[in-house]
Nanobody, 128 residues
């Protein structure tokens, strides 16, 4: 079992920054990939960012490239999402997720069903 707890959400003005954290417990954190997803009201959950466990390779949704950065600290069992230049359309509940097994196939990390464990989510609200 893996437990994930997000924190760091809040209310910020457009152009501002937030850093989300996701603390993991229960299994060897360094052995699995992590992702961030978000869900806005009335919309489906969508992929935001992913980081490999083996080589630290990162991937991003096009709409956050250059603004968001995913990183991990294996010693602290924590993954982060640094969000800069926030826009009102970034308003959503942000979830971290763990993929213990890895996936093959082009772009599979974008698929929420590849992840076995999820946090409870943290609200991010960006005002205009």
């Amino acid at each position: 079992q893996v437990q994930l707890v997000e924190s760091g959400g809040g209310l910020v003005q457009a152009g501002g920054s937030l850093r989300l954290s996701c603390a993991a417990s229960g299994r060897a954190f360094s052995n699995y990939a992590m992702g961030w997803f978000r869900q806005a009201p009335g919309k489906e959950r969508e992929f935001v960012a992913h980081i490999n466990w083996s080589d630290g390779r990162t991937r991003y949704a096009d709409f956050v490239k250059g603004r968001f950065t995913i990183s991990r600290d294996n010693a602290k069992n924590t993954v982060y999402l640094q969000m800069n230049s926030l826009k009102p359309e970034d308003t959503a509940v942000y979830y971290c997720a763990a993929d213990l097994y890895g996936c093959s196939g082009y772009g599979c990390y974008r698929n929420e069903y590849e992840y076995q464990y999820w946090g409870q989510g943290t609200q991010v609200t960006v005002s205009s």
